[in-house]
């Protein structure tokens, strides 16, 4: 059936600010499903209330409401805009709640509006445990075995019936699932299993078979009007049952399933997703197998896309989302293209020749006390995905995309490990397990005995011991002595340039990074790039989508363009997510606009950044020197834009300068002045521009000497940090020892700074463009919070509510000449404190900052673009610069601390906040401003 | 642990290109023409799928061996294929119940094979330069003569296998059913077998070349022409003669792969070699009548030339909605239904399994219609 007609109109529920569990895979699934209705020439109307989205930009919709997320604003918009439907399975599971809701208010009903997409008997099905039971029970499809007891004798006996220990005690009708839990030894039992009877309002408790540490799967379906379905990628948990998803690294394709135990879960997936109702979009279904057996058990049914289909979309190069959103307007499948090949059926099952690995990116760091085992409740903020032709590869560069500051899974310096240490720390899974599976190989662990601990499939730790294998091989080799096939060995394993100089160094030999490169490459070894075609290259495909290996043949023809290397942000983290994606996306428009050729380099699959039309030519490689080098020998660009990527691609500025490479905008002079404390403030001082009172120090003695002649409270923090990693107040001396301790040790090769605190001053931040002429306030933002709250944790007020026109003005004078004292091109962030009268510079950032989708939302003005477009030549002038907004818009941020309940919520300048959202208000009698302006000095903490 | 020690291998093809990798499985050389499947799972599946006799076999999937080798994964009594192509071959393997590892299985096999190539190049190769034959050797060194070796291999063009991989001798599966069903073993799949004695078939499996007479010596209710290797005009030369005489006893007639390519023939219809075949386990396929598309197994180099479809013999019920080629057949003339591709799946999806209901179904009504008269 061709698109539907009897619709024009479609409201498209977003989800929200990112919080752990809904990043921004929901901004690359809905930014697809609008550009994919529009295309079909449907009026797209969107609610979100996260302005760092590219969804929310006005080309992706016809209106779009930044909104708070509730069924009151959906109400409001309906009774504006009267739209025919309602697509809900963009917008994560905010967007299905929301939906949900109105569904049983009777709401979509009511008004008229069908629901494409998912029916929401569906979702009520998936939601509650008990009809999801009956329902696979009904179909035939195998759950954990379980039975109620309404005795401890009871209990006893069911655990016997299962096999033994352990068990799942969950008591019934219980809030929240309190009292339940998995128990190892008859004594927990016991005490589960009469506290539970307890609890339980009908005295009773289910005991359930334990599936912990069996293997774990997921599918990703898509299914039509016509009962067309199809996998589009099966995805194995490395780490098996017992971590969520979110938590695990993932494979793709899965990796140790013999075909017709694939099979078995393929048509256990159909049948599941036909069974809850007869919505055409796409699903996603979990499974966990049981370890040397048949057996399998399905876990959970999602009808909506997820994170694991944007991942499964980015793994294989099948644009899930929008394949899925054409399916809800009444396409079928086999009306459909693949987008990739150009030629060939969307109605198949891609084949893919590489190995797809998916590492999780933490954040504990920032929450001290928390809790880090990994449970089945998500922690993670962010991933990177890589892409390998084989698993060793890539799941190295995993670890090099991670910016942890490693250079791949272990062989890089970094641990002395024992084996003690190393069994505890795999005995729970943490984050570092791939790692600390390789250091029990390194000390000589035998497959069978990790696979004992941690019940991961002997496969993965047979290729991780093969990497063992070649770091024991080339250890103490000399360089020279390295033989063509060994090295070809090495770097098709994924082993970095760096990590190899860090295991011939252990022959005495000083071998640096740059050795090991002019070394590989006199023995003509350079990477390849490979096409991802969704098709094994069973068919020819156009689409430029990259990843490098070492191989035989390189695929990437380059063009005689002019071109331009966007370098992105990398996984999203606390303190560099979304916004900086946000910026990306439109530095490659913007240089796509300017006649260049765009070229992106990224390697997180939630992002818009790397969806395969979004660039000239993406490569998914780690943000990673070598990598990026690599890329850029082959494609000759003439430069590089590092200043839309947040600190990822900053930190690789003095690298790209040194190697003599053209960097877009400011140059790497002054990038690297304004991080550096002594330089920036002799530059203020020779300007005339005040600044705290400050220090910089190397060792504790020097930072109590400071901190004596500059008078406490101080803030002591690392140079070269985003988000305020380590950044701490100090009242008084002890605490300057102890948080200086502290740096020494996570940050030990940084010197660092110690500031004069400003006490009960106004914080105000300033995004700027500066063109060499002319200078354009993108806005001025004041901040509730008083400054010493990091600015990312600040809930900001633009324009600003209290700041005199003397004080604005004397800002305005700032920026202008810090402007040009520092040949700004492009970006320019200043973050400033008043006290009275009296402006303040705490920091000046060149770059596009996490402020700036904000105010493009805000104020009407795209300034990722303009700024992107000035560093490429373009002049202020060409642009309408006029804000639009003609009331107050506030910046509120959201934190994760309802993940880490055993964290104290404080707020201070480290940056917590996870996402944010922006709030339109008329005047200062808003919920959205007193709260926060009562609340202003409640969580900081010194 | 110590890495294993390498040998040196090397596969050649005709136009002259070369390619150095490591030895995997049994020592020496081999040959034939060489095709790639894009099936992430099921190796032994294809490995021992008698369609792929004299093949040599590049998987796409860069690990293969990650679940070693097991008994219930074959498809036939032995390794059909003529040598093995991997990018990374899986030295060690985790599956509690398989039987060994893949080398082991391949060696026991005598199959020839080679890892660490850059399969991708050459898979892209043949996509644009057309099938070609190949010689891979772990003993010979000289490149130039294994080249001369592939030019020399004989053409899979005119060659006829199907007597190659069949039974010697008829065999009975029984499965207590109240109908008989004749199968002809052109190279038949373990899959074939069980699909049909699941659905109450009891099944007499016919060597190839067994005349009509002696097939009918059985009283069978309904036929079954299997899949099998080589050139379908080749087989046809032998096989046409007792296929029309089984079209006339009205009796229900299901053909899969080369059978349906010999009852095209068989109807006049023309069947050529394609410029690359169909080899993997993601093709859509759709159902003319429903409207349905099947995600199916596909393993074949020649097709029915869709010009040549008379439409007052037969109708085209399937077509490949990737290259639009005919991918199953209705007879009109005689009650005879055919698909170019493998529902029986092993390795691949079940979506087309309806077919053997189909078949089944044909053969109820037949001797329903029969016993009526």
């Keep these: 059936m061709p698109r539907r007609d009897d619709i024009h109109k479609i409201l498209i529920i977003g989800s929200g600010p990112i919080i752990i569990g809904q990043a921004c895979e929901f901004d690359y699934s809905g930014s697809q499903s609008c550009r994919s209705l529009k295309e079909e020439g449907y009026e797209v109307v969107l609610i979100n209330s996260n302005p760092a989205t590219i969804m929310t930009d006005p080309m992706m919709a016809d209106k779009v409401y930044l909104k708070p997320l509730t069924t009151e604003s959906i109400k409001e918009i309906v009774e504006i805009e009267k739209p025919d439907a309602v697509l809900p399975t963009m917008g994560g599971q905010t967007g299905l709640n929301l939906a949900r809701d109105l569904q049983h208010e009777g709401f979509w009903r009511k008004n008229n509006i069908q629901i494409i997409g998912v029916d929401i008997a569906a979702i009520d099905i998936t939601e509650d445990r008990q009809q999801f039971r009956d329902l696979m029970e009904e179909i035939g499809i195998d759950q954990c075995k379980s039975r109620t007891a309404n005795s401890l004798l009871d209990a006893k006996e069911i655990v016997l019936e299962l096999g033994g220990l352990p068990v799942v005690i969950r008591p019934s009708f219980t809030m929240g699932g309190m009292g339940g839990g998995i128990v190892w030894t008859e004594e927990q039992m016991e005490k589960k299993v009469l506290r539970g009877l307890e609890l339980s309002p009908i005295h009773e408790v289910l005991i359930e078979e334990s599936i912990f540490g069996w293997k774990e799967f997921e599918l990703e379906l898509l299914r039509d009007d016509n009962e067309n379905v199809v996998i589009i990628c099966g995805i194995e948990n490395m780490d098996p049952m017992g971590v969520h998803t979110g938590d695990s690294v993932t494979v793709a394709p899965t990796q140790t399933l013999s075909d017709k135990q694939y099979q078995a879960l393929r048509d256990a997936a159909i049948k599941m997703m036909r069974s809850i109702g007869t919505f055409a979009g796409g699903c996603n279904v979990q499974f966990a197998y049981e370890p040397g057996s048949d057996r399998f058990v399905a876990i959970e049914i999602n009808p909506r896309v997820s994170r694991s289909s944007a991942l499964a979309s980015k793994a294989t190069g099948y644009p899930i989302a929008k394949v899925a959103t054409k399916l809800a307007v009444g396409y079928t499948l086999d009306e459909l293209k693949n987008q990739i090949t150009g030629t060939t059926s969307a109605c198949f099952e891609p084949s893919i020749d590489y190995v797809v690995v998916k590492v999780p990116r933490w954040n504990f760091d920032k929450f001290p006390g928390v809790d880090e085992e990994l449970t089945t409740q998500m922690k993670a903020v962010g991933e990177v995905m890589s892409i390998g032709r084989n698993f060793p590869e890539a799941l190295n560069k995993a670890w090099q995309s991670l910016e942890i500051g490693r250079a791949g899974l272990g062989a890089d310096g970094y641990e002395e490990i024992n084996r003690k240490d190393v069994r505890e720390r795999l005995l729970k899974p943490y984050w570092d397990r791939s790692l600390q599976v390789r250091n029990a190989f390194k000390l000589g662990a035998s497959v069978e005995e990790v696979a004992d601990i941690t019940k991961i499939d002997p496969w993965f730790l047979q290729q991780i011991r093969y990497m063992v294998s070649l770091e024991n091989r080339t250890e103490g080799q000399a360089l020279g002595s390295i033989t063509r096939d060994e090295m070809y060995e090495l770097k098709q394993a994924g082993f970095s340039d760096f990590q190899i100089a860090f295991l011939v160094s252990k022959s005495g030999e000083d071998v640096t990074e740059d050795d090991v490169r002019n070394h590989r490459k006199e023995l003509g070894l350079l990477p390849s790039f490979k096409l991802v075609d969704t098709c094994a290259a069973e068919f020819p495909a156009e689409t430029p989508y990259y990843y490098s290996a070492y191989e035989g043949e390189t695929e990437s023809d380059v063009s005689d363009r002019k071109k331009v290397m966007i370098l992105g942000s990398g996984p999203n983290r606390i303190g560099q997510g979304i916004e900086f994606d946000y910026s990306c996306v439109h530095a490659v428009m913007a240089t796509k606009e300017m006649g260049y050729e765009a070229i992106m380099v990224n390697c997180n699959p939630e992002t818009v950044s790397t969806d395969f039309d979004i660039a000239d030519k993406l490569y998914f490689e780690p943000v990673f020197w070598e990598r990026v080098l690599d890329i850029f020998e082959h494609e000759k660009p003439e430069g590089v834009i590092l200043q839309v990527g947040g600190q990822t691609a900053l930190k690789l500025a003095k690298k790209f300068h040194e190697a003599g490479i053209k960097i877009f905008g400011t140059s790497f002079e002054m990038m690297d002045l304004a991080e550096d404390r002594g330089r920036f403030s002799a530059l203020l001082k020779e300007i005339n521009i005040p600044f705290p009172q400050y220090g910089t120090a190397f060792t504790a003695e020097d930072a109590f000497k400071i901190a004596n002649r500059i008078k406490y409270p101080v803030l002591i923090r690392p140079s070269y940090v985003l988000g305020g990693q380590g950044m701490r107040i100090a009242v008084k001396e002890d605490e300057l020892l102890r948080y200086v301790d502290s740096i020494l040790k996570t940050h030990p090769e940084n010197e660092f700074l110690i500031d004069k605190f400003l006490e009960n001053a106004i914080e105000v931040d300033v995004d700027s463009t500066y063109d060499g002429d002319e200078l354009h306030i993108n806005g001025i933002m004041q901040h509730i919070e008083p400054a010493g709250v990091h600015s990312g944790d600040s809930t900001a007020v633009i324009p600003p509510y209290t700041l005199s026109d003397k004080v604005i003005d004397i800002i305005k004078d700032y920026q202008l000449r810090m402007a040009k004292a520092m040949n700004i091109l492009g970006f320019l962030n200043v973050q400033y404190a008043v006290q009275g009268e009296n402006v303040y510079v705490l920091e000046a950032n060149p770059r596009a900052t996490r402020t700036i989708p904000f105010l493009a939302k805000a104020t009407g003005v795209p300034g990722s673009a303009v700024g992107t477009k000035v560093m490429l030549g373009a002049k202020l002038k060409e642009f309408d610069l006029e804000s639009k907004l003609d009331c107050y818009a506030v910046k509120e941020p959201i934190f994760p601390f309802d993940k880490f309940p055993e964290v104290k919520k404080e707020l201070g300048p480290e940056m917590k906040s996870t996402g944010e959202t922006i709030y339109f208000m008329k005047d200062f009698n808003d919920e959205h401003f007193k709260k926060p302006f009562e609340f202003k000095n409640l969580y900081l903490s010194k | ?373």
């Design chain 2, 1 to 373: 642990m110590t890495l294993p020690q390498k040998k040196r291998a090397i596969i050649a093809l005709s136009d002259g290109t070369v390619e150095y990798g490591t030895a995997i499985g049994y020592d020496g050389t081999t040959g034939g023409e060489l095709c790639f499947n894009t099936s992430m799972m099921g190796y032994q599946e294809i490995f021992t799928d008698p369609s792929y006799y004299g093949q040599l076999m590049m998987m796409t999937y860069p690990h293969i061996g990650n679940y070693g080798a097991s008994s219930r994964d074959d498809e036939s009594r032995k390794v059909m294929i003529a040598g093995l192509i991997v990018r990374s071959f899986s030295w060690e393997y985790s599956n509690p119940m398989a039987d060994s590892n893949l080398n082991d299985y391949l060696i026991r096999n005598k199959i020839v094979g080679i890892s660490g190539v850059d399969t991708r190049k050459l898979v892209r190769h043949i996509r644009t330069k057309g099938v070609m034959n190949a010689v891979i050797s772990t003993t010979e060194t000289d490149a130039e003569l294994l080249v001369e070796k592939a030019r020399d291999w004989v053409s899979m063009k005119g060659l006829e296998l199907a007597t190659k991989v069949t039974r010697e001798e008829a065999q009975t599966v029984r499965n207590g059913g109240t109908f008989r069903v004749a199968a002809i073993d052109y190279g038949i799949k373990q899959n074939i077998i069980n699909n049909l004695v699941k659905r109450g078939c009891n099944l007499r499996i016919f060597p190839a070349k067994t005349s009509f007479e002696e097939i009918m010596e059985w009283e069978p209710d309904g036929f079954f022409l299997s899949n099998g290797p080589g050139d379908p005009n080749a087989t046809a030369d032998y096989a046409l003669e007792t296929i029309n005489q089984i079209k006339n006893t009205g009796k229900p007639v299901f053909g899969i792969c080369l059978g349906h390519q010999l009852m095209a023939l068989s109807e006049g219809f023309s069947v050529s070699k394609m410029f690359v075949g169909h080899r993997g386990a993601n093709h859509p396929v759709k159902h003319i009548h429903k409207g349905l598309v099947e995600i199916t197994t596909q393993n074949h180099g020649f097709a029915v030339d869709p010009d040549s479809v008379n439409n007052g013999q037969a109708e085209v019920t399937h077509t490949n909605l990737n290259d639009n080629t005919v991918e199953g057949l209705n007879f009109k003339q005689f009650n005879g239904f055919s698909v170019q591709y493998h529902p029986e799946a092993s390795p691949g999806p079940h979506d087309s399994s309806y077919l053997f209901d189909e078949f089944i179904s044909r053969i109820k009504e037949a001797k329903s219609t029969e016993s009526v008269k």
